[in-house]
Nanobody, 115 residues
Framework: QVQLVESGGGFVQPGGSLTLSCAASGSTFSVNVVRWYRQAPGKQREWVADITSSDATTYADSAKGRFTISGNNAKNKVYLEMNSLKPEDTAVYYC?????????WGQGTQVTVSS
């Protein structure tokens, strides 16, 4: 049983930065991968970045060069550092953790990029 809580979202101007956090509690002893997704108004959910239990990272093309995913050793604290933010980055951002073959999701945190 795993519970996830995302935090760190907010309102930021274009070109600004935010760092999102994902805190996991419960049975997180066998984390395989942690993923960040986002969903903008009227659009499908979009994958943003992955970090594995061994710290391998992967990014969507839209995130490469601007976003950085990181986490502690147990991956029960995972972060998404977002720089050079654009209005197109506006979305609800969700953390997804795979533990023993099961998927767990947080409630999401809103990121709004606007002048």
């Amino acid at each position: 049983q795993v519970q996830l809580v995302e935090s760190g979202g907010g309102f930021v101007q274009p070109g600004g930065s935010l760092t999102l956090s994902c805190a996991a509690s419960g049975s997180t002893f066998s984390v395989n991968v942690v993923r960040w997704y986002r969903q903008a108004p009227g659009k499908q959910r979009e994958w943003v970045a992955d970090i594995t239990s061994s710290d391998a990272t992967t990014y969507a093309d839209s995130a490469k060069g601007r976003f950085t995913i990181s986490g502690n050793n147990a991956k029960n604290k995972v972060y998404l550092e977002m720089n050079s933010l654009k209005p197109e980055d506006t979305a609800v951002y969700y953390c997804n953790i795979v533990v023993v073959g099961n998927n767990y999701w947080g409630q999401g945190t809103q990121v709004t990029v606007s002048s």
